[in-house]
């Protein structure tokens, strides 16, 4: 924890849990706390994510699952931290398949395809591993996260993206999910289309060798902050390959093998 100088503002949970959701309000990006304030830590940021999430119950939102961040390689690399983390989703934030990316909200949105499982039993850590976790899961789904961080350019260090809710934006899914055991999730493959072009792809084996552990890692992290992961949540297990750019009138298509196509329409 601790405080913060800088030339014009003092930093510290409150204010920057204040700045965050300012920003997010404004479609206005600022410079990562970091910068001036390098006490800002992982466990600060979980304490700043979870005040934001109060007042964002106090509007009225409602909690509707988690989102891991940086379960990659190819996220860990591109944004420069390698520290997985979990932040939550809420029901402003769920797109219905068709929808455009929401230009309206966000600031500079990127969108990156992920495995999304609805958990069908309550999961609690800690002790939680990618084999239990599974147990726990319902069904299966292609989804893509439209990720959008409150500091210029996606700049940012572990602490103050943890602080941000992992560049939380808004998400969607296709709603025909599949039984876990109904295919080999690892080897389950997205191919991303931008403009009708092929950009990239990648397996379920790049979220930490099977999404499983992601879910694991998830369940154990709440675990610490006193929480457990509920029946009917939604987790997206984290970006299978970098993420792309969606301006307006862009159009992109995540294609899986089994799962799947999700669409989504830059508006
Ligand atoms: C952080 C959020 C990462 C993922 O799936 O890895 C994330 C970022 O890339 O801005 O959502
Ligand atoms: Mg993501």
């Known amino acids: 924890m601790g405080i913060a100088q800088s030339p014009d503002r003092v930093w510290d949970v409150t204010t920057a849990a204040a700045e965050l959701l300012a920003c997010e309000d404004e479609r206005r990006d600022r410079e990562p706390f970091t910068d001036v304030w390098p006490e800002l830590d992982v466990d600060t940021g979980y304490t700043i994510q979870d005040r934001n999430l109060e007042e964002r119950i106090r509007r009225g939102e409602q909690v509707v699952g988690i989102k891991l961040g940086l379960t990659s390689k190819a996220k860990q690399e591109r944004m420069g931290v390698e520290t997985p983390f979990v932040a939550w989703l809420t029901d402003a ?14 600031i500079h949105p990127r969108v990156e395809p992920e495995l999304v499982f609805v958990m069908a039993d309550r999961l609690d850590g800690p002790g939680v591993t990618a084999e239990s976790a599974m147990a726990a899961v319902g069904t299966v789904h292609a989804g893509a996260e439209v990720i959008d961080s409150r500091y210029t350019k996606f700049r940012f260090r572990a602490g103050d993206v943890v602080a941000d809710n992992a560049s939380s934006g808004a998400f969607v899914m296709n709603p025909a999910g599949l039984a876990p055991r109904a295919f080999d999730i690892s080897a389950e493959e997205v191919r991303v289309e931008v403009d009708d072009a092929f950009v990239d792809s990648a397996t379920g084996a790049a979220i930490l060798g099977h999404p499983g552990e992601a879910l694991a890692l998830a369940a154990n992290e709440l675990a610490r902050r006193g929480r457990g992961i509920e029946p009917g949540w939604i987790v997206l297990t984290g970006g299978m390959t970098d993420a792309v750019l969606a301006p307006p009138g862009c159009s992109i298509d ?7 196509a999700v669409h989504l329409s830059g508006g």
């Open 254 to 260: 995540l294609r899986f093998t089994n799962l799947g």
């Open 93 to 106: 934030m769920m797109l219905t398949p068709g929808d455009p990316v929401p230009q309206q909200k966000l």
